[in-house]
């Protein structure tokens, strides 16, 4: 297994280095996106990569990509990454890599929420409702709620953290008939991936979806699709305890490392959640790795 905290391909121009993939292009119609084994989280980059993650993320992804392509057309070209990088870079993008479709990126996050956690349970305290969704009144901490909800968000640049928004925000960005579809599609791709993990014994709380427009205007899911570093995965034996104590579910993300950093004092004070991040111990690396692992052998079997 190669690790690789930031590729270097010489023998394609660099696009972009997003918080854990490096787009390079490949002519003008395709990208070679390389999964590293970066970590983010509060959206800043940590300094020490996860072994063994982008592969984990791509492997994840090709999964559910395939699974989902009767509902939304995806970016994937089916060429091999291999083929189009120089001999020397193979290891770097072996396993880790797909190469894509050139689309027009649409600048909204498309999170679909199942269940009441994270952000959307802080603004739920708040005025019970999540990016302007009205909710039910009584809901706890990791409750499942009445149906999916869309609750988009506004994309950030690197090392800064995605906005919510609401629907009419969207509206006002891409259009009524593009954010509809858009609503509509995440949501069909929610349910369906959300009652395929349920088989498998785990609960996807909730995820998030990018999507772009090719030349003909079509919509295409692109980037990366239900990976332990887009959504909340929760294994269901430890769901109702957690529900009951009114605690995060144990999971199968990066949350680990979260409440690590949550606990961590830096001078005695808590971090900022501005770079530069902690540093990770082995032992927050290594059970990271572990949670990465379980989530894709739990899925795929």
């Known amino acids: 297994m190669t690790t690789v905290h930031t590729s270097s391909l010489h023998s394609l121009p660099l696009l972009a280095r997003g918080k854990v993939r490096d787009n390079y292009a490949v002519g003008s119609d395709r990208i070679l996106m390389v999964a590293s084994d970066r970590l983010s989280a509060f959206d800043v980059i940590m300094g020490e990569p996860i072994p063994g993650k982008g592969e984990i993320l791509t492997r994840m992804a090709l999964w559910w990509f395939e699974r989902l392509a009767r509902l939304c057309p995806n970016h994937l070209t089916g060429e091999a ?9 193979v290891a770097q993008v072996r396993d880790r890599s797909m190469l894509v479709k050139r689309l027009a990126p649409i600048p909204v996050e498309a999170v679909v929420r199942g269940y009441l956690v994270g952000s959307g349970w802080q603004e739920y305290q708040q005025n019970q409702a999540v990016c302007g969704v009205p ?17 988009p968000a506004a994309k950030a640049q690197a090392g800064e953290h995605d906005e919510n928004i ?42 998030k979806f990018e999507f772009g427009l090719d030349e003909a205007g079509t919509l295409v899911l692109m980037d990366e699709v239900l990976t332990p570093d887009s ?29 690590w950093l949550e606990a961590t004092r830096i001078n005695g004070k808590p971090w900022d959640k501005t770079p530069p991040a902690p540093r990770l111990p082995a032992e927050v690396i290594e059970k990271t790795a572990a949670k990465y692992q379980q989530a894709l052998e739990r899925l795929t079997g």
């Open 81 to 89: 990454p291999e083929g189009v990088v120089a001999p020397d870079e």
């Open 135 to 151: 909710l039910p009144e009584g809901l706890g901490l990791a409750s499942k709620l009445p149906r999916p909800i869309f609750t």
């Open 166 to 207: 609401s629907y009419d925000r969207v509206v006002e960005i891409v259009g009524p008939q593009l954010a509809q579809q858009i609503r509509e599609t995440s949501i069909a791709l929610y349910e369906t991936a959300a009652g395929i993990a349920l088989a498998q014994g785990l609960i996807i709380a909730d995820t």
């Open 231 to 259: 959504s909340r995965y929760w294994p269901i034996e430890g769901y109702e305890a957690a529900l009951a104590a009114g605690v995060n579910p144990p999971s199968y993300d990066k949350q680990f490392v979260r409440d």
